[in-house]
């Protein structure tokens, strides 16, 4: 169960970051009841569960991030809505390096397909150029173990230029 919610967290962030849009200078975050509205307008936001830890010159610019609940919760929904602007087409042979702690302890260190990801949430490969939107949902497993877990994804073009990055942190309760 554990690897299924590492694969399920990963594969959350992933499809996050791989459509989303746009930064400013700002930070806005707007709450609808336990439901939070991120709108990154900042490289240097962060929200209670992720960090947008791109820049400027990354491929992938982030317009807005809603997750609800968050932070999540095993064993729950877990609803994406996101935004983004991808300023050139993604090829294929795009790829994540992608690491999960669970606290200090490495549990996963992966380097994953971006058109095989983005294929689990209904997108194709290549991603074109221009907005990109996401609705998704998935089922959090009770089971997952309590204990802080932290999340670094990196995403890269087939010739190493930086698409976006993205850092999330999430405890769960016993």
């Not at 990354?58 to 999540?72: G, N, T």
């Not at 669970?102 to 221009?130: H, S």
């Amino acid at each position: 169960m554990l690897k299924s919610f590492i694969v399920i967290w990963a594969f959350f962030i992933v499809f996050a970051h791989a459509n989303i849009i746009n930064r400013r200078n700002e930070f806005v975050f707007n709450e609808f009841d336990d439901q939070v509205l991120i709108q990154f307008q900042s490289p240097k936001t962060t929200a209670e569960t992720i960090h947008d830890c791109g820049n400027a010159d990354d491929i992938l610019q982030i317009e807005y991030l809603k997750i609800a609940p968050d932070p999540p919760e095993k064993g729950h929904e877990l609803h994406i809505s996101a935004v983004g602007y991808l300023s050139e087409r993604v090829l294929e042979g795009s790829y994540i390096n992608l690491t999960v702690k669970f606290g200090m302890i490495k549990l996963l260190q992966k380097k994953l397909d971006l058109c095989e990801q983005v294929e689990k949430v209904d997108k194709t490969c290549p991603l074109e150029r221009g907005k990109q939107t996401l609705e998704h949902t998935v089922e959090l497993p009770k089971e997952i173990p309590p204990g802080k877990y932290y999340v670094d994804v990196q995403v890269y073009t087939p010739d190493n230029r930086r698409i976006a990055c993205l850092k999330a942190t999430a405890a769960f309760r016993p």
